[in-house]
């Protein structure tokens, strides 16, 4: 059940980070006001550029994966477009992810991607029309979504976004976004910590980050660099509210799906690999645990 991802230098996944990091940076400053996630849009994809920050929580191989069994299923199933969702997107990542499996057959499918904050959607428009992908956008707390019927709705390191209870209301919404069969794949980090309590900075944690970043920082190519003290800062704020509720195990996710008609018909444990940094980060290749899970509406 335990698996190690190791870096997917094979996962040729087009994703233009240096053209787009100083758009979302510019962005974030205009969209990101009610949600206070500015710091997070903001600096997401530096991090990315500077090889610091794991996207689809470091292990974007095991979706492709999971994508391509999909695509396989649907393929031998004739029925007209199928409807994914995808919640909670820091960036285009799991859209090219998404469309690295799909491309190929663009008309089965109908993409929507959902978050609360105009930033992350903006982001997902340009690379939409950079590969001439055709994708809803949804600027909606996922909480209250009215739609239905998706076949699939997918998202990494969303979780922690939702305390214990805000997480029942979350299966529970997505299960109503399902249609019967529909699937839910994601991933999350494991953590020890109480489950209804924000994950706590260490102070040390702080200088040590903000120090990585603008040694990393330095190596950032001319187009897309940030001013050093522009970087201190962007690293200051965003580990500042990196806070996400921890999930402790499998047993959680278990217990909110059985309580919203989702069962659980895939699960493994994954490694992500651990960063020469050494340094345990909320969104960092910091070696932790992962679980990955597919639920399906019953
Ligand atoms: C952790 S990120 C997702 C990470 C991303 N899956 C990745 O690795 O690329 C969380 C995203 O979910 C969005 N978000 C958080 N709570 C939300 C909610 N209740 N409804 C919709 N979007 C939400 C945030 O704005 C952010 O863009």
Redesign the pocket.
Known sequence: MNRTTEPTANLLVYEPLSASAPLGHKWAGLYCGP?F?QS??RF?QYLRLMGLGS???GHPDAYIEAFSSLQTLWQDQTSGKRRILI?????Y??LAHLWQVFQLYPGSLEISV????Q??LKLNQWYAERRGISIRLLE????LLEEEEYDLIV????L???DPDARFE?FNRISRLLRKDGQFISSNRLRPQPENQRLPIEEERIEQFVGLVEKRGRTLAETSALPLSELRQAAMDYIMDRRPFPVNGLASIENIAGASELTLTRAFYLQNRQSATGLSIP?LNDGSQYVFFHLTRA
């Open positions: 949600h996630c997070y849009h997401w996207t689809l929580g919640a909670g997107a820091a960036d990542s799991m959902l978050d609360r904050c930033t992350p909606s707390d996922i909480l998202t990494s390191s969303f922690g976004n939702f979350l969104t």
